[in-house]
């Protein structure tokens, strides 16, 4: 299995500002023949299914603001969120499907 | 519009087979380019894949629980199911499906259903 680790695993950020999270694999992500990374991020907020933010590593989903963004090939990857806002209080997953696909632990965004 | 809707035993016994239902609405399973996965969450904890399958029957499982796993689906119902043997109360999770899509990634979720394993 490619195994997933993201860093941290809680973050307390102040509205506006900047939020960053990290996710590592274990193994490469990316396929040579399309120049493709298999990594997704979804984004859970309380009692709520997952939900698609970005594919390919840095595609956002339809109807994802773009104060998301993703960034990052091969094993190291990042998730920005620009401005914070509110709504964006939820736990935060990357996955790969490159092979088995596997998620993240969870990084637990708050409000500072 | 896509929908999922996950059914089955709210309460399995350890040692028990748990069978979950996802029915779909809104595409089919026919479609080359979709499937469906088994994705669950136990309280508190983290996304843990189980299991997917395509409209050509191609089907992939986690492979610490590959064992006690079996996909299925019913083209015609516009259902997938999902069996787990030898059910424990560590099992105890919400189990969603999700429409995946050809490339891996899950693009519309149903509420998933909350299953406890206890006795």
């Known amino acids: 299995d490619i195994v997933m680790t993201q860093s941290p695993d809680s973050l307390a950020v102040s509205l506006g500002e900047r939020a960053t999270i990290n996710c590592k694999s274990s193994?490469?992500?990316?396929?040579?023949?399309?120049?493709?990374?298999?990594l997704a991020w979804y984004q859970q907020k309380p009692g709520q299914p997952p939900k698609l933010l970005i594919y390919?590593?840095?595609t956002r989903e339809s109807g994802v603001p773009d104060r998301f963004s993703g960034s990052g090939s091969g094993t190291d990857f990042t998730l920005t969120i620009s401005s914070l806002q509110a709504e964006d209080v939820a736990v935060y997953y990357c996955q790969q499907y490159y092979s088995t696909p596997f998620f993240g632990q969870g990084t637990r965004l708050e409000i500072k | 519009q896509v929908t999922l809707k996950e059914s089955g035993p709210v309460l399995v016994k350890p040692t028990e087979t748990l069978t979950l239902t996802c029915t779909v609405s809104g595409f089919s399973l026919s479609n080359a380019r979709m499937g469906v996965s088994w994705i669950r969450q136990p309280p508190g904890k983290a996304l843990e894949w189980l299991a997917h399958i395509f409209s050509n029957d191609e089907k992939s499982y986690s492979t610490s629980l590959k064992s006690r796993l079996t996909i299925s689906k019913d083209t015609s119902k516009s259902q997938v199911v999902l069996t787990m043997t030898n059910m424990d109360p560590v099992d105890t999770a919400t189990y969603y499906c999700a429409r995946t899509q050809r490339s891996g990634t899950n693009d519309y979720w149903g509420q998933g259903t909350l299953v406890t394993v206890s006795s």
């Open positions: 193994q490469s992500v990316l396929y040579s023949s399309n120049n493709k990374n298999y």
């Open positions: 390919w590593a840095s």
